[in-house]
């Protein structure tokens, strides 16, 4: 994750054009979101099969890969969406985001919804309602941890919802299925896990948005 | 004041306290903060180390029940896993099988080919075994554990272990426990090796798995020694039955019985097994650990400022860690076992304890003042911070309290450990970071500090002028340390402190020779702990040599037969007899009944080996036999029943005591067993000693060295490029600009790195800008065209321009003609004299001489000073010339220049437009002059007409502005035109707020000293003006000749803060000559003129202390600061030191050929640059130049100290920035494009380490952020 973001952005010298370039730097950026985003649906998807099965067979790694092959890409494409839309919105309705613009804060934003995940899969709560409240609170002391703005209130709350929707649907469907379904056959903390990670994944696009920001403003002035 | 408000205050005031008693005492804070972090870390060495190496518990047999779930108190050495059943009981049986005697006409596959065979009878035997007690029959069907599918990754596994029925696994396996596969199998090594993994492999393979011992010790190999072959039969039972086993190990016992055995079968082994952590779970831990060392990364790479980035970066990372240890400390020591794993937890734990705090209270830190004390820093940056500080941490708990209200036990925990971690880590910052940060910030004092002593005690002793005789020769120029600056590709840059650790590692070979001495350390224990390797060698030799022969044997090897060293376990060996189950025993042979007394197991050991033949091969039964399963792997039992899907994470297996069987076949037997292939493998060569396992295990080694050194050099590589990102190699713009990195952002306000310097174009002037002040908030410009910008000195925006613009646009004919003020001069002579206003000849040509000594340029100074004899010439030539003024340039051009001067131009300033272009030029521009001239005569003689004119708010434009000087928002202008004033403007709203006209002649140099404005006049004279706020306006400024006035008093009116300006003293005479210099500092006014001499005035008083004689021509530049150091330069360009409490020289050198162009002092040095385009730095105390830096030509009058060891020079449309203290050129900002060509004339250093610099029209704001020295 840090490796890819560290790479690719200060590359300077020859690149510096090429970065500048604001569609290749749009490329770029959503090429970066799509990786962190289908490399964190790896993960978490680990820690989820984690859970239902108590010790791994040998070939746990390549049976992830090959049970629903689409679910990385997919998650990749909304992050890189996501993460390009923060940052759009955000300039659309002309407050910038000032809160916490740092990398630290961003890694402690990413660490914290790891956690959120762990916790969802590890800890073992007494009912359903207490997982998803708790995770509902976690999700909402993300957001005012390392967000709090309106607009990225609404807009994950939003995604949160469409998201559900559309697994819901899937499922519905039978395309895709939990082990154990506790609420209209999706599991109940869904949202709250969708809603962190909207708000992660919009930390990131800003603060790469950041990023071309400053090389713009670098070449004005250089010019 | 609101609760609120007084709680801040409280808190404030606190932690200011709390601030100067860290920094007062340092070291005992330190000392205590490290005892009670180790206090409350001491619990934690009762934790059992992280790991997942199994545990294990013996037990007797005799008296074993299966284990309660609850915990039973009393049994206090039971580990709190012995709880409720064990997955399984594992039953080993231990078959050593040998064809006895050994015939030479065997051929090697007999070795193990008819042993292995005759685990088929024995798989049956132990299958069949019924046992038939009163309760009932029993076989192992039923207590077995029985196991189903394998786990469906496993599918080639599926031949060969068992599914649907008893877990029972042998080598039998192989041939799926049928004796006509084996019978039939042509290559049983063959058979056993293709299951096996390829490549290295450390958990329990196959056939560790069905061998039930490590695949050496078994034996099955063709270059086997001993010809004996080992394995077991392995049995998982679910359930346990005393009389069922001691009737399988009777009857086994019976058909085979091991004649010298002496195994111990009296204790079985509870092994628990920890979480076992496979690469999958590894994943997400991995990841998240990843998140966590980048967060730490990018938190701690904003701590700047400081002396030691790196010690407190560790100090800071060591504040979160051992917070955390403190916390897990405590709460084990209040009883609470942490249930969760803490590899797990921890990094969130982190994330949530936050290195912010740390991070905040440096910044608050640093940005105090820096001249306080370092106390009151301290204390300053704690009480500043405090309430930010405050509000997170009670934030932080009541966000940690809702999560303890949830009411899930591992939240719950979590949430605990938390708190203890946040308070401890409170705790932490306040005395210990706190203390670091102190200490750090002490250094960097002392830092300066001791850069700053030597020269002062050089300079207390005030050495009475060792004067250099007058004959030396003046400039030793071609000295040897003078820096010739090239082309920026030569520069060489000064290597930065990584680098030199990286050169240094490189140069001594550290790290080569860490790993070669770790490597030779690594082997050397492998070798020793080697089962087969040197220990038992040397401890066979020891034997060997022994004069007691077996006397040392407790300690050997056990094949060597003798009485093993059992582990003392409890529950006496005696007891042994009495487990054994005597009605169902057919104790046939005699052997059994005194087996296992260990007293007795030496000469029953000694025994069969007299009874059997010498040359067969000989199975001796050690202690190693006894717990043969600790030989295998510890993921042995786990992948075992990992296989089933069946976890012993968490749980625990208890293992029964081995039943040895041994077995001696007759050759006669191997041979009729033998397949038909086997004969066509070659016999062995005799003397192949050497053991292929060995060899092995050499080779794996090897490559694990090997792949560890290349991991290890790979990780360096890594760690050098995520600590050294910069490539140093470029300089010049490269170097200069591209380094904008992810800058730390706004939320704190860190600036940005070191190399992040990026000028600030400031424009807007239309002419060339010839003055420049700043106080550090605001500066000031003044252009030839008399326009005055103001300009903000942080963000360099145009904050006002005096006169507004359209005024301005009336005078743009003045303007031009401003550019060449020297004509303006010279023709304002003549006009006036006509006027008759002037008041002598030689005044005129004072002014005309004047002009360019105030201009900070050098070679007009140079120009004016080596010819002021030809004044009365000029006089004469210009007393005659019509007004014409395009008449009467050339001549007097060839007049004056003519010669050696011209050519001394030419040398000097050939490329620059801007420099030469104050010289009388036939160009354009030329032609209004007389226009302009013609306005100014028409104000200047009456009086009255002149005050209404300053009345109306419109101050003449016209007249340029010679000297400029800024603070507070105050600037004072003395202007040139025929009638002078002092002008005082609000340098934010661009009001004249004041102005005093009582001078005569145009003012050269301006001082502004707190609320004194001292000015030099062309005419030698000095004006001491105070000014006054919030008084009446005053009545100076209507002491006119007239007295009269009929316009509103002009300056002040429309203020509500009255500001006058009154001239409180005049020294007619200060110098003979026009005054080239005037500086203020520390109260006193120091006065350089033509007259080569200096003169040093009291500020207060305006009362000449002295006049400083040495200089054997005009001075041309002064230095005074604070610290009252005074250096005078002049034309002979000899740079003088003095002492100006004294009035003494103390040092004089002559340093370069030509003037002396600025003159800037620091603690230790001299900074001087010339005309001669060096830039030479002297040693303050000594006088000795240390060495020279080559300018280009032109530059070399602008040049500024930064701080103790940062000089900035001014080049061709660039600045250089140097180290003072080596010479090093460390980095090369170009200004702009447009600017190339163009020479940096002046440069000013501002207070918050910013340059300005004016090249032609523009102005350029540098900010050199990371400047840490104090600024004096």
């Excluded at chain 1, 809160?99 to 800890?123: D, L, Q």
């Excluded at chain 2, 061998?211 to 998982?236: E, Q």
């Excluded at chain 2, 250094?443 to 005030?462: H, K, Q, T, V």
């Excluded at chain 2, 908030?777 to 359209?806: F, H, Y």
Aim: hydrophobic fraction near 40%.
């Amino acid at each position: 994750l840090r490796s890819g973001s560290g790479q690719t952005v200060p590359s300077r010298g020859p690149y510096i054009a090429v970065i500048t370039n604001r569609s290749t730097n749009l490329v770029i950026r959503g090429f970066m979101l799509f990786s962190i985003g289908v490399f964190l649906a790896l993960v978490l998807n680990l820690l989820q099969v984690q859970r239902n099965v108590t010790l791994f067979p040998p070939d746990v790694i390549s049976s992830i890969f090959s049970s629903a092959w689409w679910v990385p890409p997919c998650c990749g494409t909304a992050s890189a969406i996501i993460g390009l839309l923060y940052p759009c919105i955000d300039s659309r309705l002309g407050e910038p985001h000032k809160f916490k613009r740092e990398w630290s804060s961003v890694m402690r934003c990413v660490a914290v919804f790891v956690g959120i995940n762990h916790a969802s899969a590890k800890v073992d709560f007494a009912n359903n309602v207490q997982l998803s409240l708790t995770l509902a609170a976690l999700s909402i002391g993300l957001w005012w941890t390392f967000d709090r703005s309106r607009s990225g209130f609404g807009l994950g709350v939003v995604i949160a919802l469409l998201a559900t929707l559309s697994t819901q649907l899937l499922v519905y469907n039978g395309v895709f299925q939990y082990t154990s379904p506790d609420f209209l056959y999706i599991r109940s903390w869904l949202p709250c896990i969708f809603f962190a990670g909207v708000i992660t994944m919009g930390n990131i696009g800003r603060q790469l948005a950041l990023y071309e920001c400053r090389l713009m403003s670098e070449k004005t002035h250089q010019d | 004041m609101t609760v609120r408000e007084r709680l801040r205050e409280k808190i404030s005031a606190a932690f200011y306290r709390h601030g100067l008693l860290c920094a007062s005492y340092p070291v005992p804070i330190i000392l205590f903060t490290s005892a009670s972090i180790l206090t409350c870390c001491y619990p934690l060495l009762r934790l059992p180390l992280p790991g997942t190496g199994p545990v294990e518990f013996t037990t007797s047999i005799r008296d074993y029940t299966v284990p309660s779930h609850e915990p039973q108190g009393d049994l206090g050495e039971q580990p709190d896993w012995y709880r409720g059943p064990p997955v399984a009981y594992i039953q080993q049986v231990l078959v050593k099988a040998a064809v006895s005697p050994w015939d030479s006409t065997l051929v090697p596959v007999d070795v193990f080919r008819s042993p292995l065979g005759r685990i088929f009878t024995l798989l049956e035997e132990i299958r069949n075994h019924v046992h038939n007690d009163g309760s009932g029959v029993r076989s192992l069907e039923a207590l077995c554990l029985h196991v189903t599918d394998l786990l469906p990754g496993l599918r080639r596994m599926q031949a060969i272990l068992p599914e649907h029925g008893c877990l029972l696994v042998s080598p039998g396996n192989y041939w799926k426990n049928q004796r006509e596969l084996f019978d039939s199998d042509p290559d049983l090594l063959k058979t056993v090796h293709q299951h096996e993994p390829k490549g290295l492999h450390t958990s329990a393979t196959l056939r560790d798995l069905l061998f039930g011992i490590p695949g050496i010790h078994t034996g099955v190999s063709l270059y086997s020694k001993k010809r004996v072959v080992t394995y077991t039969i392995t049995m998982a039972l679910g359930s346990y039955d005393a009389s069922f086993l001691s009737s399988l190990r009777a009857r086994l016992h019976q058909l085979h019985p091991s004649a010298n055995c002496s195994l111990h079968d009296d204790h079985m082994v509870h092994v628990h097994f920890k979480e076992e952590i496979g690469i999958a779970e590894l994943i997400p831990l991995v990841t998240t650990y990843i998140i966590l060392f980048a967060y730490i990364y990018f938190s701690t790479r904003k701590i700047d400022m400081v002396k030691s980035k790196w010690g407190l970066a560790l100090a800071a990372v060591v504040t979160v860690l051992s917070s955390l240890l403190m916390s897990v400390g405590l709460c084990t020591l209040f009883g609470l076992t942490p249930t969760l794993n803490g590899g797990e937890i921890f990094p969130y734990l982190v994330v949530v304890i936050g290195l912010e705090n740390v991070l905040v209270l440096t910044k608050s830190v640093v940005s105090t003042p820096v001249d306080l004390e370092v106390k009151l820093r301290i204390a300053q940056g704690l009480s500043n911070e405090s309430w930010s500080i405050m509000k997170n941490m009670a934030t932080e708990l009541c966000i940690i309290l809702i999560g303890y209200f949830t009411l899930v036990p591992a939240i719950q925990e979590f949430c605990l450990f938390a708190v203890v971690g946040l308070v401890s880590d409170f705790f932490l910052q306040m005395f210990f970071f706190t203390t670091v940060l102190s200490i750090d910030i002490r250094r960097m004092e002392l830092a300066d500090l001791n850069r700053r002593l030597p020269a002062e005690a050089g300079m207390l002793p005030p050495k009475p002028g060792p004067l250099r005789p007058r004959e030396v020769p003046p400039p030793p120029r071609p000295s040897p340390h003078t820096i010739t600056l090239q082309t920026p590709a030569f520069r060489n840059l000064r290597l930065p402190k990584r680098l030199r650790v990286v050169y240094f590692l490189a140069r001594t070979r550290l790290a080569q020779r860490v790993i070669m001495a770790g490597t030779v350390i690594w082997i050397g224990i492998l070798v020793y702990t080697d089962p087969a390797g040197l220990r038992t060698y040397l401890a066979a030799q020891v034997s060997e040599q022994s004069p007691l022969g077996e006397g040392g044997a407790g300690a050997l090897p056990p094949h060597l037969g003798v009485a093993p060293v059992f582990p003392v376990q409890g529950g006496d060996p005696s007891s042994t007899l009495s487990v054994l189950p005597a009605p169902a025993e057919p104790t046939l042979l005699p052997e059994n009944q005194s087996r296992g007394h260990s007293g007795s197991a030496l000469p029953r050991a000694e025994l069969p080996r007299q009874a059997q033949p010498p040359p067969g091969p000989q199975i001796s039964w050690g202690a190693e036999d006894e717990e043969g399963w600790r030989r295998l792997s510890f993921r042995h039992w786990p992948s075992l029943f990992s296989y089933y899907n069946i976890t012993l994470a968490k749980r625990y297996i208890s293992i029964l005591p081995v039943i040895p069987v041994t077995l001696y076949l007759s050759p006669q037997e191997a041979m009729d067993t033998r397949h038909p292939q086997d004969t066509r493998h070659p016999p062995p060569p005799r003397l192949h000693i050497s053991d292929p396992p060995a060899d092995l295990t050499l080779y794996k080694v090897a490559a694990l060295g090997l792949a560890a050194g290349v991991l290890l050099v790979l990780l360096l590589l890594c760690l050098y490029r995520v600590l050294c990102p910069r490539n140093y190699g470029q300089n010049g713009v490269a170097h200069g600009r591209r380094r904008r990195g992810d800058l730390p952002c706004d939320e704190y306000g860190y600036s940005p790195p070191v190399s992040e310097i990026s000028p600030l174009l400031l424009r807007g002037h239309s002419m060339d800008i010839e003055c420049l002040a700043s106080d550090g908030m605001l500066l000031a410009s003044c252009c030839l065209a008399g326009q005055i910008r103001v300009w903000d000195a942080q963000t360099g925006e145009c904050l006002t321009v005096i006169p507004t613009p359209g005024l301005r646009r009336n005078s743009s004919s003045g303007c031009w003609e401003q550019r060449d003020g020297w004509d303006t001069a010279a023709a304002v002579d003549p006009e006036n004299g006509n006027g008759g206003t002037e008041p002598a000849g030689g005044g005129v040509f004072e002014e005309d001489e004047g002009y360019p000594l105030r201009q900070r340029t050098a070679p007009r100074l140079a120009l004016f000073g080596d010819q002021p004899d030809l004044t009365p010439l000029i006089d004469t030539n210009f007393a005659s010339q019509p007004p014409s003024h395009l008449l009467l340039t050339p001549p007097r051009d060839a007049f004056d220049f003519g010669g050696l001067v011209e050519g001394a131009y030419q040398n000097h300033e050939p490329p620059s437009p801007s420099v030469t272009s104050p010289y009388p030029t036939p160009s354009p521009p030329s032609g209004p002059p007389p226009q302009r001239r013609r306005s100014l005569g028409d104000i200047l003689p009456p009086g009255p007409q002149e005050r209404r004119f300053v009345g109306q708010g419109t101050p003449d434009w016209e007249s340029a502005v010679w000297a400029m000087e800024l603070q507070g928002n105050l600037i004072a202008a003395g202007r040139s035109s025929g009638k002078l004033e002092v002008r005082l403007w609000d340098a934010v709203e661009g009001s004249l707020r004041c102005s005093n006209e009582d001078g005569i002649s145009g003012i050269t140099a301006l001082a502004f000293l707190n609320n004194r404005i001292v000015a030099a006049r062309l005419n030698g004279s000095l004006d001491f003006f105070t000014v006054d706020i919030n008084k009446p306006l005053g009545i100076l400024q209507y002491r006119g000749p007239t007295g009269r006035s009929n316009m509103p008093p002009s300056p002040c009116y429309s203020s509500e803060d009255v500001i006058s300006c009154q001239l409180t003293r005049s020294v007619q005479c200060a110098h003979q000559k026009p005054i080239t210099v005037l500086r203020a500092a520390a109260g006193r006014v120091v006065t350089g003129s033509q007259d080569h001499t200096v003169r040093v005035y009291r500020l207060e008083d305006s009362c000449c202390l002295f006049t400083l004689q040495g200089h054997s021509g005009g001075i041309t530049a002064i230095y005074i600061d604070q610290t009252m150091v005074l250096a005078s330069g002049g034309q002979d360009g000899a740079i003088c030191l003095w002492d100006v409490l004294t009035g003494n020289r103390v040092s004089h050198v002559y340093g370069h050929r030509g003037d002396v162009t600025s003159l800037v002092c620091t603690t230790s040095c001299v900074i001087s640059s010339g005309l001669d385009d060096l830039i030479c730095i002297w040693d303050r105390s000594t006088g000795i130049k240390i060495y020279c830096i080559q300018q280009e030509v032109g530059c070399g009058a602008s040049l500024g100290v930064i701080s103790e060891s940062l000089l900035v020079t001014g080049g061709q449309g660039c600045v250089s920035f140097w180290d003072l203290n080596f010479g090093d050129l460390l980095q090369t900002v170009y200004l702009g494009q447009s600017s190339d060509g163009q020479g940096v004339r002046q440069l000013l250093v501002l207070d918050n380490a910013a340059i300005v610099c004016d090249f032609g029209s523009e102005l350029s704001l540098v900010h050199v952020p990371s400047v840490l020295e104090k600024l004096d």
